[in-house]
């Protein structure tokens, strides 16, 4: 099972796996808690669109994903609802939608649109290098370190969230706004080397099953980490033993992950005698 790792580039799959999956993984108790699993998807896909904006354009590849990204972060921090019948997931839902056939439109336009597209849904995580490696190191260490330092703040404002809608967070709020923009950056780095998929599935499995698994926060978070962290490795050895896709592989094995977890609140639930 250890074999993988005789090959340079399988070991710099799993530490950028490890470094990205860790941090967003812990992000998603947040999204997952506050209810806004969309976001993510979302900033992914505006991500995306930057990164295929830039191709059309054929310049700023790295710096047109990160502005889209943050815009679009800042706008979402933005969203509140009035209107009881609406819920903040649809409003983010029309980003998401508006924002991948943008992105589709402009790769139909490239000369490889087809394996492009491959790539922006699952990236290509065989192929980062050390030099891409630290500098998401950096950027999603500073970021860890900003949640380390204000978790309560975080935190408190993802249990304010009424039903986890979030609609009671005002129109703008200091660390509303600074949530967003550090889910915006760790997506935008995130996805030029794991695609739209991997990472949403980062952010949204371990966190939810960590909240089937337990109900301390505490808990949540543990699990989360170690859920990505397991994730990261069996993926990428069932994609190396396999020669599957590496990202897909990933995918695949969190998702298989999460049904365990279902399957075992499922038993713990009926053993205590509730629905």
């Known amino acids: 099972m250890f074999e993988m790792f005789q090959l340079p580039f399988m070991v710099q799959a799993f ?16 999204v997952v808690g506050r ?14 669109l930057g990164v295929a904006f830039a191709a059309f354009m054929g310049f700023g590849l790295t710096t047109i994903p990160l502005v889209f990204t943050l815009v679009g972060a800042l706008l979402m921090s ?14 983010i839902g029309i980003f998401y939608a508006f924002t991948s056939a943008l992105t589709v439109l402009l790769i139909s336009k490239t000369p490889h649109g087809d394996s492009d597209i491959q790539e922006v849904l699952f990236g290509n995580i065989l192929s980062v ?15 860890a370190l900003v949640h380390l330092i204000f978790f309560r703040k975080f935190f408190a404002l993802t249990e304010k969230s009424e039903d986890g809608s979030g609609e009671k967070v005002s129109a703008f709020n200091l660390w509303n706004f600074l949530f967003y923009i550090s889910i915006g ?7 030029k080397v794991n695609g739209v998929i991997p990472v949403f599935s980062y952010l949204i499995i371990p966190s939810v099953c960590g909240i089937m ?36 592989s990933v995918v695949a094995v969190l998702g298989g992950i999460f049904l365990l977890c279902a399957s075992v609140s499922m038993v ?7 629905r």
Do not use: C
């Open 15 to 30: 530490v950028v796996a490890l470094i990205t999956g860790i941090l967003l993984s812990y992000l998603g108790v947040h």
């Open 35 to 48: 209810g806004i699993v969309f976001v993510d998807l979302a900033l992914g896909q505006i991500s995306s």
């Open 78 to 91: 933005f969203i509140s609802i009035r209107d009881k019948r609406l819920k903040t997931e649809a409003i």
């Open 129 to 143: 290098s050390w030099e891409q490696i630290e500098l998401i190191g950096m950027v999603f260490g500073t970021l």
């Open 185 to 191: 950056l760790a997506i935008v780095f995130a996805v």
């Open 213 to 248: 698994l337990t109900k301390n926060n505490l808990g949540v978070v543990v699990i989360a980490l170690l859920i990505s962290i397991a994730g990261s490795f069996l993926g990428l050895w069932f994609s190396f033993s396999r020669d599957f896709p590496a990202g897909s």
């Open 268 to 274: 713990r639930r009926m053993a205590k005698g509730e």
